[in-house]
Nanobody, 124 residues
Framework: QVQLVESGGGLVQAGGSLRLSCAAS????????MGWFRQAPGKEREFVAA????????YYADSVKGRFTISRDNAKNTVYLQMNSLNAEDTAVYYC?????????????????WGQGTQVTVSS
């Protein structure tokens, strides 16, 4: 079992940056694949980025590639999402998710553990 708590969301102007954090409880954080997803109003939850337990495998959605960076600090049980060059299309609730596996996947249904979400709003 792992519990996840996101922070760092807020209101930012287009072109600005935010860094999201996701703090995880549990002693086995380092064995979890961690992912970030987002959901805009009226839309389905979509994949943003994911990182393997070691950080050696990282995947991004095409829409954020080159602008967002996922990272993790296993000593702090925390995963981060650095978001740069934000635009209005990035406005959504951002969720942190975890799966106890060595395989990094982008499908939300394969992540059993979720945080409560943090709102990111980009004003144009």
């Amino acid at each position: 079992q792992v519990q996840l708590v996101e922070s760092g969301g807020g209101l930012v102007q287009a072109g600005g940056s935010l860094r999201l954090s996701c703090a995880a409880s549990g002693r086995t954080f380092s064995s979890y694949v961690m992912g970030w997803f987002r959901q805009a109003p009226g839309k389905e939850r979509e994949f943003v980025a994911a990182i393997s337990w070691s950080g050696g495998r990282i995947y991004y959605a095409d829409s954020v590639k080159g602008r967002f960076t996922i990272s993790r600090d296993n000593a702090k049980n925390t995963v981060y999402l650095q978001m740069n060059s934000l635009n209005a299309e990035d406005t959504a609730v951002y969720y942190c998710a975890a799966r106890a596996s060595m395989v990094v996947v982008a499908t939300p249904q394969d992540y059993p553990y979720w945080g409560q979400g943090t709102q990111v709003t980009v004003s144009s």
